[in-house]
């Protein structure tokens, strides 16, 4: 019958179609090179020096953080370097690197909470002479207790009011970095 | 067959013409290749595109006319000659199953017990240019779900992406659907007509017909047409700067038995749109689409081939693309956007890049028992989306997903026993998954392949006035997924689902002018790959979603019941329906939100309810004069979550839309028209609070004008279409615009468009 001739030309045409599919349909594990597990703050002040970390292993996972508390001198002046790092490779990758190369695109910012008596101050610049927040003197002032929340945003507006002094409110961009929890911070 | 009449007047030379026109009477189309033969003078001839005709050389005297066309009934006219004015012959459709109309090779119409809606040829024409979700959105009861101003997904009686089917040239539309900000990748210009099926359509189509199905169909191959025919449609608009053509070209050998072809291409292009106050910057779109078919008939026998290929690239709202919670807050806060540039028709990422290829091969036989038909479907959708990146990575694509779907129909239509006629069929498809490596990121969902076969069997009886149908289908679907567990192993789950589905349908015609149709029918849906597997955050939304791979199969019932009325001048049609989805599934809220290194994130998993849908769509039209054409469309919707005895979340608003045409009436070849409407949009006051991050934005209202002109240039038609939306330039906020939460919709646009057929 013309029928079956019909199907079975059909069938064999399909099974050429098929013949030539992916045979492999396992994932393969991406190298996420962006990802970002580690914010590290070193303070040196005259010879001592220390870190402080705010650590997420998991990425967007459901493990929490892990926040080291920071213990400042009052009236003291730390020089505090920034290194973003990804740790679920092995060795680390250095983030911090990239945001330095592009420097334009990137600016941190530091926001104190509970009445931390911490003021900061950008060290550093980029090409066209903005703040990038990767070196930044922090001098600790009256003795007390308060929270430390470090930003990175992507893309932000630097010519916008007070973004280079450090204020985040009209930077819009992209938040690439937001220490939540906050670095727990104690002036003695 | 009617007698020649007297041929009385015998002295006068037969130089006298008969022209007129031929229109369906309920619609009021023109009917194209509708066969016109004089009985007695015995000659004949068939209609133009127009719907016109001509036949010379009559002689005084009276006779009849004898009208065909296929699917309608047959008229006789009789005819005196001399004729004072042009002759209109209105054509009522046969209401026999439509598939009696449908010629072999064309895709099969959906049942006619559900309620149904359509974009003419006309319809289409005067929207050219536009997306098939905007083009859509035309059609009472169906909206449109947007993430900016150039993705649109089409939304029916409330349910979009995996909960409605779309039938591109007779095949299902294989793409990511999941996703919101995914749209069909169709270009709707290929179309001569667009339906909506507004009933659970899950006997005849399969899983995922819950909500309806939208079929977007290609005219049948002109066998009959000897000369070269197509046409070429042009169109620009201010906002966007935007610019579309669109060609096809067709023809044949002129003979019945013979071969045909067509060929068809559009090409889009649109910069950054604009909403009152300000640019949307990144927003343009680059699109080209083609299409080709050819086709061979001989004796009972026919085999057609057709490819098509879609490829777009659409930019992403610039200030939609976000990097957590804070950054959400500023956005709502911000009157404007946050990024707001100069026009420019660059398209910077966020953006997408989508390709899409199909090719279908039919193969038909007519026989003493019906006709059977097999149909083979390959489509391939590759997605692409490149993000803003760190580290020069904005060139390597964020999400790359590779979606091959290869598909098989065998479809038997019974020749009509008695008063009994039906179709019987199965479907087997086999879809394939792939993320493409190398994006650095960990794909959003996971590989999988996955087969789908099913059976069907539909009946029906058929009375004078009354028709009754019933339908039931089997399905299965198994599938593989191919993803890491917590420890990074591989693992390899497989998933099965059975299913049946039946319907009933009922059409009634009490009396001239008056039909009602009621449908009941089951679909179901598994759950979708996506909900099960999803992992990971999304952008735009700041939400990281997770899937469930608990997720049962949703049911669903749905009762549609529609009135056509069309009596004197007015004309209108009602439909009413209550829809019930048990194991629903949606997006939940989690208490707890996940603190990563970019801030807090609010989690959504994805969970089941049950939910209960009902509402109405009408549309009405008055012809008041012959200058004067009123029309009102509307539609209303009400939806619960039964469970939580709260409502569900991102439901169209109530909506009506008024219009007035005023068209001059010329005597010859030439139309002229102003049309005005008016369309309100209330505020959707039923959502569930403490849900969304912000709650549904006020009502609106808008203003339209269009302006058309059609006539002659060398023998053939063309149209010029001046059309203004938005006129007053309001600014507004649509709920189902995923991104409201960042701008407001397009300013006003005037749009200039340029037909021509020939």
């Given at each position: 019958m013309m029928k079956t001739q019909f199907a079975s030309s059909f069938l064999f045409a399909t099974l050429l179609l098929f013949g030539s599919c992916n045979d492999d349909p396992d994932p393969v594990k991406e190298n996420e090179e962006e990802l970002i597990t580690t914010v590290r703050l070193t303070f040196t002040e005259g010879t001592n020096s220390f870190v402080a970390e705010w650590k997420d292993a998991d990425g967007d996972g459901a493990n929490l953080p892990t926040v080291d508390d920071i213990s400042l001198e009052a009236g003291k002046t730390y020089a505090v370097s920034v290194e973003l790092l990804n740790e679920s490779t092995t060795p680390a990758d250095d983030i911090s690197a990239e945001v330095s190369e592009e420097g334009t695109e990137h600016q941190f910012f530091f926001i104190t909470g509970d009445g931390l008596a911490l003021?900061?101050?950008?060290?550093?610049?980029?090409?066209?002479?903005?703040?990038?927040?990767?070196?930044?003197?922090?001098?600790?002032?009256?003795?007390?207790s308060g929270t430390l929340t470090v930003i990175l945003r992507h893309e932000p507006n630097k010519t916008a009011a007070g973004v280079s002094d450090g204020d985040a409110a009209n930077a819009a961009g992209e938040t690439d970095v937001e220490t939540a929890p906050p670095f727990n911070v104690t002036i003695q | 067959m009617a007698k020649a009449s007297g041929t009385l007047a015998q002295a006068q030379p037969c130089n006298l013409t008969l022209q007129g026109t031929v229109i369906d009477m309920s619609t009021k189309e023109a009917l194209p290749i509708a066969a016109i033969w004089l009985v007695g003078p015995e000659k004949g001839t068939t209609?133009?595109?127009?719907?016109?005709?001509?036949?010379?050389?009559?002689?005084?005297?009276?006779?009849?006319?004898?009208?065909?066309?296929?699917?309608?009934?047959?008229?006789?006219?009789?005819?005196?000659?001399?004729?004072?004015?042009?002759?209109?012959?209105l054509m009522e459709e046969d209401d026999v199953l439509i598939d009696e109309v449908t010629v072999q090779g064309e895709a099969i119409s959906p049942d006619k017990t559900q309620s149904e809606v359509t974009l003419s040829e006309t319809q289409l024409a005067r929207a050219s240019g536009k997306s098939?979700?905007?083009?859509?959105?035309?059609?009472?009861?169906?909206?449109?779900?947007?993430?900016?101003?150039?993705?649109?997904?089409?939304?029916?009686?409330?349910?979009?992406?995996?909960?409605?089917?779309?039938?591109?040239?007779?095949?299902?539309?294989?793409?990511?659907?999941?996703?919101?900000?995914?749209?069909?990748?169709?270009?709707?210009?290929?179309?001569?007509q667009i339906s909506v099926v507004k009933g659970a359509a899950a006997v005849r189509y399969g899983p995922e017909a819950i909500g309806g199905i939208v079929v977007v169909e290609p005219p049948a191959l002109p066998y009959e047409h000897k000369h070269l025919h197509g046409n070429v449609r042009l169109m620009a608009a201010d906002n966007g700067r935007m610019g579309s053509a669109s060609t096809t070209l067709q023809g044949g050998l002129g003979k019945a038995e013979s071969v045909a072809w067509r060929l068809q291409a559009t090409g889009r292009r649109a910069g950054d749109f604009k909403a009152p106050d300000y640019m949307l910057t990144n927003t343009g779109l680059k699109e080209a689409d083609f299409s080709g078919a050819i086709g061979y008939k001989k004796n009972d026998w026919l085999a057609e081939a057709y490819y098509s290929k879609f490829t777009t690239e659409l930019g992403i709202l610039r200030s939609a693309h976000i990097g957590n919670l804070t950054d959400l807050q500023a956005a709502f806060e911000s009157e404007r956007p946050l990024i707001v540039e100069d026009f420019s028709y660059k398209i910077d990422n966020p953006r997408q890049e989508i390709?899409?290829?199909?090719?279908?091969?039919?193969?038909?036989?007519?026989?003493?028992?019906?006709?059977?038909?097999?149909?083979?479907?390959?489509?391939?959708?590759?997605?692409?989306?490149?993000?803003?990146?760190?580290?020069?990575?904005?060139?390597?694509?964020?999400?790359?997903?590779?979606?091959?779907?290869?598909?098989?129909?065998?479809?038997?239509?019974?020749?009509?026993?008695?008063?009994?006629r039906g179709q019987i069929g199965g479907s087997f498809i086999y879809q394939e998954n792939r993320n493409v490596p190398g994006t650095g990121i960990e794909p959003l969902i996971p590989n999988y392949n996955s087969a789908t076969s099913g059976v069907f069997v539909i009946e029906r009886w058929m009375e004078d006035r009354w028709e009754i149908e019933a339908g039931l289908r089997f399905d299965n679907r198994a599938f593989q997924v191919f993803t890491f567990d917590e420890n990074n192993e591989v693992i390899r789950p497989k998933y099965n689902f059975n299913n049946f589905s039946g319907s009933v349908g009922l059409v009634l015609k009490p009396a001239d002018g008056?039909?009602?149709?009621?449908?009941?029918?089951?679909?179901?849906?598994?759950?979708?790959?996506?909900?099960?597997?999803?992992?990971?955050?999304?952008?735009?939304?700041?939400?990281?979603?997770?899937?469930?791979?608990?997720?049962?199969?949703?049911?669903?019932?749905?009762?549609?019941?529609?009135?056509?009325?069309?009596?004197?001048?007015?004309?209108?049609?009602?439909?009413?329906?209550?829809?019930?989805?048990?194991?629903?599934?949606?997006?939940?809220?989690?208490?707890?939100?996940?603190?990563?290194?970019?801030?807090?994130?609010?989690?959504?998993?994805?969970?089941?309810?049950?939910?209960?849908?009902?509402?109405?769509?009408?549309?009405?039209?008055?012809?008041?004069?012959?200058?004067?054409?009123?029309?009102?469309?509307?539609?209303?919707?009400?939806?619960?979550?039964?469970?939580?005895?709260?409502?569900?979340?991102?439901?169209?608003?109530?909506?009506?839309?008024?219009?007035?045409?005023?068209?001059?009436?010329?005597?010859?070849?030439?139309?002229?028209?102003?049309?005005?409407s008016h369309s309100l949009v209330r505020r959707q006051n039923r959502y569930p609070s403490g849900v969304d991050y912000v709650d549904p934005p006020k009502g609106y209202q808008l203003f339209g004008l269009n302006v058309g002109y059609?006539?002659?240039?060398?023998?053939?038609?063309?149209?010029?279409?001046?059309?203004?939306?938005?006129?007053?330039?309001?600014?507004?906020?649509?709920?189902?615009?995923?991104?409201?939460?960042?701008?407001?919709?397009?300013?006003?646009?005037?749009?200039?468009?340029?037909?021509?057929k020939f």
């Open positions: 003021t900061t101050t950008y060290d550093d610049q980029d090409a066209d002479g903005y703040p990038i927040g990767l070196q930044n003197t922090f001098v600790a002032g009256v003795a007390g | 209609t133009d595109e127009k719907g016109r005709f001509n036949i010379k050389g009559l002689c005084a005297g009276t006779f009849t006319a004898d009208i065909h066309y296929l699917g309608y009934k047959e008229k006789h006219l009789t005819i005196t000659l001399p004729l004072q004015n042009e002759l209109f012959v098939l979700g905007e083009s859509l959105q035309e059609l009472p009861g169906v909206s449109s779900l947007k993430t900016g101003p150039t993705i649109s997904k089409p939304i029916i009686n409330g349910l979009h992406s995996n909960r409605i089917l779309i039938l591109n040239n007779g095949l299902r539309q294989e793409g990511q659907q999941w996703g919101t900000e995914h749209a069909p990748e169709i270009d709707p210009m290929m179309a001569t390709s899409h290829d199909l090719a279908k091969a039919t193969f038909g036989k007519k026989g003493r028992l019906g006709d059977i038909k097999l149909v083979y479907g390959y489509q391939r959708n590759i997605r692409k989306e490149f993000d803003i990146r760190r580290g020069g990575r904005g060139e390597t694509p964020a999400l790359h997903m590779d979606l091959l779907t290869h598909s098989t129909d065998l479809i038997w239509e019974q020749r009509t026993w008695q008063k009994l008056w039909k009602v149709t009621s449908n009941l029918g089951t679909a179901w849906r598994p759950p979708n790959v996506s909900e099960l597997y999803s992992q990971g955050l999304h952008h735009g939304a700041a939400t990281i979603e997770e899937g469930n791979t608990e997720l049962d199969t949703e049911q669903a019932l749905k009762w549609i019941n529609q009135l056509l009325v069309r009596k004197g001048i007015w004309s209108a049609e009602v439909s009413i329906y209550a829809q019930k989805i048990d194991n629903y599934i949606y997006l939940q809220p989690q208490p707890e939100p996940r603190l990563t290194i970019r801030g807090a994130f609010p989690v959504y998993s994805y969970v089941q309810t049950d939910a209960f849908i009902a509402g109405t769509d009408v549309s009405l039209s008055a012809q008041l004069s012959k200058q004067w054409q009123y029309s009102l469309k509307g539609s209303l919707i009400r939806a619960k979550d039964v469970s939580k005895d709260d409502f569900l979340i991102f439901m169209p608003g109530d909506r009506v839309q008024n219009s007035v045409t005023w068209s001059y009436p010329f005597q010859s070849k030439r139309t002229f028209f102003v049309s005005a059609g006539s002659q240039l060398f023998g053939n038609d063309y149209e010029i279409y001046l059309e203004g939306t938005n006129l007053l330039n309001t600014s507004y906020r649509e709920y189902l615009n995923r991104f409201r939460y960042y701008a407001d919709e397009l300013g006003r646009t005037i749009t200039i468009r340029f037909n021509y």
